[in-house]
């Protein structure tokens, strides 16, 4: 089952514009990471949140975390082409064994 | 680039077959994870070694089974080939020292075909 809920499935947008996806997860956490995937290819790590934190920047990145609604958003400020693609969040939910949980992913497309 | 490698990239093979999935994990990471994604999904945990044990399964059945060697590259076996085990397997390394999952560096993955 999905830990992970990310919101919305598919978002398209022009170039230039910022781009914002949520993800709400179901159990405590003791931190988020947010990861690219081009299509059908690798995940790239983009950025971790840690349960106490609120906000983290990396860039045009901006991840923010608010555990008491279980939920995060990434945005991307100033979209680019090259920023198309699947987005996945995804959790350690804890317990013994030590694996990431992933939501669906929400498909970004940038236009030119 | 990540640098954990994954072979072969594409695999084409029938029910009932067999398959082994190799990977090699970043310099220095001694934690192997490996991931299913099937078409429009997001990856799926099925197992993780940890310094050449099994360290914690998901929720697949037993003849999807793995391995770790003393250079911390792993394979993925699975016996008895479904349709269903059509998917893109991705395994991931994690720095050592950090037992609770922090960072995960991906593979390309391998695209297995099952018909």
């Known amino acids: 089952s999905q830990q992970g809920e990310e919101d919305p499935q598919a978002l398209s947008i022009q170039e230039g514009e910022n781009a914002t996806m949520n993800c709400s997860y179901k159990t405590s956490i003791n931190n988020l990471q947010w990861y690219r995937q081009n299509s059908g290819r690798g995940l790239v790590h983009l950025i971790l949140?840690?349960?106490?934190?609120r906000e983290k920047h990396s860039g045009r990145l901006r991840v923010t975390l608010d555990t008491s609604k279980k939920s995060s958003s990434l945005l991307i400020t100033a979209s680019r082409a090259a920023d198309t693609a699947s987005y996945f969040c995804a959790t350690p939910p804890g317990g013994g064994a030590q694996k990431l949980v992933f939501g669906q992913g929400t498909r970004l497309t940038i236009n030119p | 680039e990540t640098g954990v490698t994954q072979s072969p990239t594409h695999l084409i093979k029938t029910r009932g077959q067999q398959v082994t999935l190799r990977c090699s994990s970043q310099?220095?990471?001694?934690?192997v994870s490996w991931y299913q994604q099937a078409l429009g999904q997001g990856p799926q945990f099925i197992f993780q070694y940890y310094r050449e044990e099994e360290n914690g399964r998901g929720n697949f059945p037993p003849r999807f089974s793995g391995l770790q060697f003393p250079n911390y590259s792993s394979e993925l076996n699975v016996n008895a080939l479904e349709l269903d085990d059509s998917a893109l397997y991705l395994c991931?390394?994690?720095?050592?020292?950090?037992?609770?999952?922090?960072?995960?560096?991906f593979g390309p993955g391998t695209r297995l075909t099952v018909l």
């Open positions: 991931a390394s994690s720095s050592p020292g950090h037992r609770l999952t922090d960072t995960q560096y």
């Open positions: 310099s220095g990471h001694n934690t």
């Open positions: 949140i840690r349960s106490n934190e």
